[in-house]
């Protein structure tokens, strides 16, 4: 099993570019989001669906859009990109058990720069 | 004030020391993961735990949940153990998908 894939690993983006960050997991995981690793802070969710067709906002979604028309892909997309967008991203998947959690799988990231 | 802080943030250590790695929380959790980052690289599940105590070869994961605290402990550490260790909580009601972050902790074992 692939896991988690993120494409691409590393990307440059001129300001104002849009672009999609792509993640596909091949578990068959209910749960999928997206986070960003900044220096000295948490990573924080921008966006994430609980199953397909179904999405929802997370703690900074402005300036990206996400859909979920398969249960294996979960793409981000940049609609303008700006320099704060600068930033490692990272898409997770997770089993969905109700009310419980579930061990998380991770993508190795795609690091994005914003010039 | 962060709902998840991590102490300390940065770690040195000689290869064999025990190491404690702390990490206390502010809000009602369903669970609390602890992850593993590699320079450069992607962020593994160590343990998700609710209560009590588990351990995986060299490492041991605790948790307090009326202090709201849990710890991650290597014995005899290696160079290899040299990564950033996260922790993380999920909220009640929820699932994995929505999980709250501690900033992290650098640990660098010396040989």
């Known amino acids: 099993n692939a896991g988690v894939t993120q494409t691409p690993k590393f990307q440059v983006l001129k300001t104002g570019q849009s672009m999609t960050l792509q993640c596909a997991q091949d578990m068959n995981h209910e749960y999928m989001s997206w986070y960003r690793q900044d220096p000295g802070m948490g990573l924080r969710l921008i966006h994430y669906?609980?199953?397909?067709?179904?999405?929802d906002q997370g703690e900074v979604p402005n300036g990206y859009n996400v859909s979920r028309s398969t249960t294996e892909d979960f793409p981000l997309r940049l609609l303008s990109a700006a320099p704060s967008q600068t930033s490692v991203y990272f898409c997770?998947?997770?089993?969905?058990?109700?009310?419980?959690?579930?061990?998380?799988?991770f993508g190795q990231g795609t690091r994005l720069t914003v010039v | 004030k962060n709902e998840v802080e991590q102490s300390p943030q940065n770690l040195t250590a000689q290869e064999g020391e025990f190491i404690t790695i702390n990490c206390s929380y502010s809000?009602?959790?369903?669970?609390l993961h602890w992850l593993q980052q590699h320079p450069g690289g992607g962020i593994v599940s160590l343990f998700m735990l609710s209560s009590g105590k588990k351990k995986h070869g060299r490492l041991i994961a605790t948790i307090n949940i009326q202090e709201k605290h849990s710890s991650l402990h290597i014995t005899a550490s290696h160079p290899r153990d040299s990564a950033v260790y996260i922790c993380?909580?999920?909220?009640?009601?929820?699932?994995?998908?929505?999980?709250?972050f501690g900033k992290g902790t650098k640990l660098t074992v010396n040989p």
């Open positions: 669906s609980v199953g397909a067709g179904i999405t």
């Open positions: 809000v009602g959790i369903s669970a």
């Open positions: 993380a909580v999920g909220r009640p009601g929820g699932g994995s998908e929505k999980l709250v």
């Open positions: 997770a998947s997770s089993y969905s058990r109700g009310a419980l959690n579930t061990e998380a799988f």
